[in-house]
T-cell receptor, first 114, second 113 residues
């Protein structure tokens, strides 16, 4: 079945550091890929998405590119802020029939120190 | 900004008791979902619901679980006889389209003692 593997956390960075959170997936067909973020005490929020190979999703300075050849969707940000501290989830949504459920990775806790 | 609302935020229940977790999806959304996250583990899909019926469910969603949209605004998840291993954060989500962005609630933390 479909699966998502993302790098284990926690990740601790200083403000303005470069962020990469790795995500790889296994899926049949051509899934859509997502990054969700969960700030403390809040629900999951969609951060960015990509629906086909070579698409780049971007939002709030975060980027991720759908790489079919490496089955990856790594999250990057050039300069993190304290306010980016949160748990980040990589996810995919399968296609075919009515199967649009999300399959999530385990989540990566990011802490950004001033 | 419209949001998905879940109540309660935290529920403690005794093993064997029935619990009902409540969700109010965004008003014009048509597709509804429940997910759960056991502490330290992945967020897992439980069930999707459309047009007043279950469209898909996972193997986790056994006969102890049921969902209902009783009044056109609420979407509930019932666990008939809770077990210790049902302790988790339960997330409700909704979307306008089948392949559209899913909006999540803040979650209900269920603790079974």
């Amino acid at each position: 079945g479909d699966s998502v593997t993302q790098m284990e956390g926690p990740v601790t960075l200083s403000e303005e550091a470069f962020l990469t959170i790795n995500c790889t997936y296994t899926a049949t067909g051509y899934p859509s890929l997502f990054w969700y973020v969960q700030y403390p005490g809040e629900g999951l929020q969609l951060l960015l998405k990509a629906t086909k190979a070579d698409d780049k999703g971007s939002n709030k300075g975060f980027e991720a590119t759908y790489r079919k050849e490496t089955t990856s969707f790594h999250l990057e940000k050039g300069s993190v802020q304290v306010s980016d501290s949160a748990v980040y989830f990589c996810a995919l949504s399968g296609r075919g029939g009515s199967n649009y459920k999300l399959t999530f990775g385990k989540g990566t806790l990011l802490t950004v120190n001033p | 900004e419209p949001e998905v609302t879940q109540t309660p935020s935290h529920q403690v229940t005794q093993m064997g008791q029935e619990v009902i977790l409540r969700c109010v999806p965004i008003s014009n959304h048509l597709y509804f979902y429940w997910y759960r996250q056991i502490l330290g583990q992945k967020v897992e899909f439980l069930v999707s619901f459309y047009n007043n019926e279950i469209s898909e469910k996972s193997e986790i969603f056994d006969d102890q679980f049921s969902v209902e949209r009783p009044d056109g605004s609420n979407f509930t998840l019932k666990i008939r006889s809770t077990k210790l291993e049902d302790s988790a954060m339960y997330f409700c989500a909704s979307s306008v389209l089948e392949a559209g962005e899913a909006f999540f609630g803040q979650g209900t933390r269920l603790t079974v003692v």
